[in-house]
């Protein structure tokens, strides 16, 4: 069945730091891609989304673009802030209509 | 601010008794999608509702249930609780490909 790969966490970075966080999915059909975050106690929230290849998702300085010749969408932010961290969910949906599927997540954890 | 709203946040079962979750949307949005996430896990499908029905099913077994009214409000009943069942229940709404997440219910089964 279809499937998401994350780059297993913890990710612990400096205040200021480059991030990529690596995602890559199962190439079945052309899924649409997305990043979803989830702080400690909270549900996910939306981060970005990209629905077609060389589309670039933003939002709050996080990117990523969507690569169907490596069927990859790694997550992005040239300066990270303490306030990021929080655990970072990609998942590919197939059909619109259809359900998410998600990988365990990547827990980052930024440091002062 | 999605506009889903999730109730309770929290609840403590024991094992066997049976539980309903519910969720709303403020947006109209007329699909319905629910999550269970386990501690440290990421968010597995159990089921989708489209204009009332349901509209696909994860690998849960049917002691999971599931309601959408004609508000598309929902409704995630389990029955016969175990201790597994202990989660964060998410459920999300649609517009177009995109879900939207409610913040969630924490069900914890002693």
């Known amino acids: 069945g279809n499937s998401v790969t994350q780059m297993e966490g913890p990710v612990t970075l400096s205040e200021e730091a480059f991030l990529t966080i690596n995602c890559t999915y199962t190439?079945?059909?052309?899924?649409?891609l997305f990043w979803y975050v989830q702080y400690p106690g909270e549900g996910l929230q939306l981060l970005l989304k990209a629905t077609k290849a060389d589309d670039k998702g933003s939002n709050k300085g996080f990117e990523a673009t969507y690569r169907k010749e490596t069927t990859s969408f790694h997550l992005e932010k040239g300066s990270v802030q303490v306030s990021d961290s929080a655990v970072y969910f990609c998942a590919p949906i197939y059909n619109q209509g259809g359900k998410l599927i998600f990988g365990q997540g990547t827990e980052l954890s930024v440091k002062p | 601010e999605t506009g889903v709203t999730q109730s309770p946040t929290h609840l403590i079962k024991t094992r066997g008794q049976q539980v309903t979750l519910r969720c709303s949307s403020q947006s109209g949005h007329n699909t319905v999608s629910w999550y269970q996430q386990a501690l440290g896990q990421g968010p597995q499908f159990i089921f989708q509702y489209y204009r009332e029905e349901e509209n696909g099913r994860g690998n849960f077994p049917p002691r999971f249930s599931g309601l959408q009214f004609p508000n598309y409000s929902s409704e995630l009943n389990v029955n016969a609780l175990e201790l597994d069942d202990s989660a964060l229940y998410l459920c999300?709404?649609?517009?177009?490909?995109?879900?939207?997440f409610g913040p969630g219910t924490r069900l914890l089964v002693l």
């Open positions: 190439a079945t059909g052309y899924p649409s």
């Open positions: 999300a709404t649609s517009w177009m490909e995109t879900q939207y």
